[in-house]
């Protein structure tokens, strides 16, 4: 079992930046691939980005590649998402979550495949 708790989200500026940070409870920890998605009011569920547990490898979606980071710490149980350069468009409560992955260099970038999901965190970006 692993519970996600998710903080650093806010309202910023366009150009801005944010640091989102999400909080797993659980031994195991280090063996789950971890993901960031995101939902804007009246649209479904986004990929944001995806990092395997042994940190090795990352994925993001396009239209945050060159802005956002995507990292853990395993001896912390923490994921982090940093966000640089933010657009409007980026306004969205963003979610961390968490599966068990068979290897150390999966990532998982299907929202189904997530067994455990945080409460969000809302990010507003002002033009």
């Known amino acids: 079992q692993v519970q996600l708790v998710e903080s650093g989200g806010g309202l910023v500026q366009a150009g801005g930046s944010l640091r989102l940070s999400c909080a797993a409870s659980?031994?195991?920890?280090?063996?789950?691939?971890m993901c960031w998605f995101r939902q804007a009011p009246g649209k479904e569920r986004e990929f944001v980005a995806a990092i395997s547990w042994n940190g090795g490898r990352t994925y993001y979606t396009y239209s945050v590649k060159g802005r956002f980071s995507i990292s853990r710490d395993n001896a912390k149980n923490m994921v982090y998402l940093q966000m640089n350069s933010l657009k409007p468009e980026d306004t969205a409560v963003y979610y961390c979550a968490a599966v068990q992955a068979p290897f150390a260099t999966s990532v998982v970038v299907t929202g189904a495949e997530y067994d455990y999901w945080g409460q969000g965190t809302q990010v507003t970006v002002s033009s």
């Open positions: 659980g031994r195991t920890f280090s063996r789950y691939a």
